[in-house]
């Protein structure tokens, strides 16, 4: 289900997710939602991330925790949204376009024979010239 988090995590790598992670805190929950919904300005954003800004500058290996702990939310945040979009995606889009086709009478993969002598599915191909790559726009 879950593929496990290597050990060997780079400083420079705790350091970006640090970085990172600030910025789209303050930007997310600091500006956007209170400028979207005309709420107060909220501090508590702008702290997480200083303080996460000032682990991820001074000791990354700090973050340590916090990446796990992120890294294992989004492995099942990835696992539960894979199949939610695979659920919409087949019942929203291929269920109705397969059940028009067989409304319509669509067959697009020659499935059925249409006389009772055919002996096979097989469709016999078209023999081209030789010369048929010669110019082919």
Known sequence: MMESQPNNIRSAELRQFGLLFS??????????????????????PWLIAGGMATFAIIWPRGLLPIYRIWMRFGLIAGFVNTRIIMFLLFYGVFAPVALLMRIAGRDALARRTYNEKMSSYRVSSIRRPKDHFERPY
Request: proline share 9%; charged share 5%; glycine share 4%.
């Open 23 to 44: 910025l789209i805190l303050v930007t997310l929950f600091g500006l956007t939602l209170p400028w979207l919904f005309d709420a107060h300005w909220p501090i508590w």
